[in-house]
Structures are given as C-alpha cells and as structure tokens.
C-alpha cells in the first residue's frame, strides 16, 4: 500500500519561503497539487521519473520541485510567497503512462495521495 506523508506545514509572510515534504518517491510521476479554500484543485508542480519538471504559470520562477531518490522524498521548495498561494498542499503519485505534465490539469488521474498540510501565507 501506498502511503504520502507530507511535512512542512507553515505560516509565513508575503515573501517568505517554505518548504514541503513527501515520504514517497519512485514513481513515474508524483506531483503536488493545492486546494484554496471554495475552490478546486490545481496542479502546482510535477516531476517525471526522469526528473523532468513541469509547473503551473503561476508558480513558475518561484517554485521548485525535486525528489531525492535515496530518501525516497518528494520536495517542494516555494519562494517570493504570495497570499493567494494559501491552500491546503497535496502530494499525489501516478503508475500509470501518461505524459507526466499533463497530470497537473488532470488530479483525478492521480492513483495516490497523501492528506495535505496547509500553507498560510499573510500579507
């Protein structure tokens, strides 16, 4: 059984930083996703198992996603925070074969996911 257990629960101040963790790793693709509050889900950033990166527009040049294989952990480093980056933040894993991109727009297609820790970001 697939277990994702993020860490990295914060608060901090427009323009701070943070950083999530996942124990999990491996897969051919894992992604973290966000919740705000009243709305859906939004695929913030994935990676592939060849470690191609992809990331939504908004977060682009201030997020950062890796994994580290030996550790087997997920990681997503977030910069230059805004208030409209609160959300509750989800790791997920995909088994499948589809474009691992493409899962950002698609977090149904998710196979697994962890129960989310939340960011709060004050202005």
């Known amino acids: 059984q697939v277990h994702l257990v993020e860490s990295g629960p914060g608060s901090v101040q427009a323009g701070g930083s943070l950083r999530l963790s996942c124990a999990a790793s491996g897969y051919p693709c894992m992604a973290w996703f966000r919740q705000a509050p009243g709305k859906g889900f939004e695929g913030v950033a994935a990676?592939?198992?060849?470690?191609?990166?992809s990331y939504a527009d908004s977060v682009k040049g201030r997020f950062t996603i890796s994994k580290d294989n030996a550790e087997n952990t997920l990681y997503l480093q977030m910069n230059s925070l805004k208030p409209e980056d609160t959300a509750m933040y989800y790791c997920?894993?995909?088994?499948?074969?589809?474009?691992?991109?493409?899962?950002?727009?698609?977090?149904?297609?998710?196979?697994?996911w962890g129960k989310g820790t939340l960011v709060t970001i004050s202005s």
């Open positions: 997920a894993a995909y088994f499948g074969d589809w474009w691992c991109p493409l899962l950002l727009g698609n977090p149904d297609a998710m196979d697994y």
């Open positions: 990676i592939a198992y060849d470690a191609t990166m």
